[in-house]
């Protein structure tokens, strides 16, 4: 499965940023699409996830701004963005959860990432 991200770029603090992601291939069905980050000399860490079945995990630093969606017909991930903060600045990367048709083996996939950088 490949993932195309969109969307990254330069805001200021408190703006709105949508990101996106398109996950391609055949032969497969979703369980979990989302967005990581990583802020320069720090370790990857959850932004936000959602399940084939609706259900979404934040973290706590971005609970209540943002608002992670899936249109699972169409094999994509919206992260929508509000009062972005200083801190948010990191290259966010989607993420994908998936298994093959009649298959029960989960596997996982990156994008290459897209960078946010939110000026104070």
């Known amino acids: 499965v490949q993932l195309q991200a969109s969307g990254g770029g330069l805001v200021q603090a408190g703006e709105f940023l949508r990101l996106s992601c398109a996950a391609s291939g055949t032969g497969f069905t979703i369980n979990t699409m989302g967005w990581f980050r990583q802020a320069p000399e720090k370790q990857r860490e959850l932004v936000a996830t959602?399940?084939?079945?609706?259900?979404?995990t934040y973290s706590d630093s971005v609970q209540g701004r943002f608002t992670v969606s899936m249109e699972y017909a169409k094999k994509t991930v919206t992260l929508q963005m509000s009062s972005l903060k200083a801190e948010d600045t990191a290259l966010y990367f989607c993420?994908?959860?998936?298994?093959?048709?009649?298959?029960?083996?989960?596997?996982?996939?990156w994008g290459q990432g897209t960078l946010v950088t939110v000026s104070s």
């Open positions: 959602v399940t084939d079945g609706g259900i979404t």
């Open positions: 993420y994908v959860r998936w298994r093959y048709w009649g298959r029960t083996y989960l596997r996982e996939d």
